[in-house]
């Protein structure tokens, strides 16, 4: 049942739910005249607290699972591409001290600066691509990072044992991510993109 009827449906149930008490009461007649109270948590409070664990656990399985707004495809072939991730700054770079680093408007390279971690960006649900991840890993060199592009970080790790990263609309956007498997990495100032067909 989808989040909104399950909420409808309570309040269906609170508004429906007879009397004021928190409490309904049953009374039983016994044979030899003797009056007995059975008393019965508020079904409206039981459902209530059901819904509200039901939509904890969908959020808390939502914060596992990879939603992009572009598309990413498989990749057909093998290619590379270099990115040249200069910008231009919306807003000043400003130091511990308060000191300005770098204005706004001024074009800055982050990687005059930084080291970056190389990545290795898959499809999550597709476990020809993560049993390669794994062993592309040991490729490289130094600091490196599973992305996935499609699919759950929870189910990754626990049909895979593997940590796995999400990847963001930002940082597909700023690495050019346009198809899966990729692997990305530094080059000087520049990025370098590398497509595998998988």
């Known amino acids: 049942m989808k989040t909104k009827q399950i ?3 309570v309040l269906f149930c609170i508004m429906f739910a007879p009397g004021k008490s928190s409490v309904a009461k049953l009374v039983v007649y ?3 005249g003797q009056a007995y109270e059975i008393a019965e948590g508020d079904k409206t409070k039981e459902v209530a607290e059901l819904t509200r664990n039901y939509i904890e656990s969908k959020k808390s399985e939502d914060r596992h699972k990879v939603r992009l707004k572009n598309t ?15 910008h231009v ?3 000043n770079i400003v130091g511990n001290n308060g000191e300005i680093l770098k204005r706004a408007g001024d074009k800055y390279n982050p990687l005059e600066n930084v080291t970056m971690t190389n990545l290795i960006i898959i499809d999550g649900e597709n476990e020809d691509q993560i049993d390669w991840a794994i062993e592309k890993e040991k490729e490289f060199s130094g600091n490196t990072k599973i992305l996935i592009a499609k699919g759950s970080t929870k189910d990754a790790k626990n049909l895979h044992g593997i940590r796995v990263y999400r990847l963001r609309d930002d940082m597909q956007e700023f690495f050019q991510i346009t198809h899966i498997p990729c692997t990305v990495s530094q080059d000087g100032k ?9």
């Not at 520049?190 to 998988?198: A, K, T």
């Open 190 to 198: 520049e990025l370098v993109v590398n497509e595998y067909n998988i």
């Open 89 to 91: 700054l919306k807003e």
């Open 7 to 9: 909420v409808i449906f």
């Open 72 to 86: 990413i495809l498989k990749a057909e072939r093998d290619r590379s591409k270099r990115v040249d991730v200069t």
């Open 30 to 32: 016994e044979g030899d």
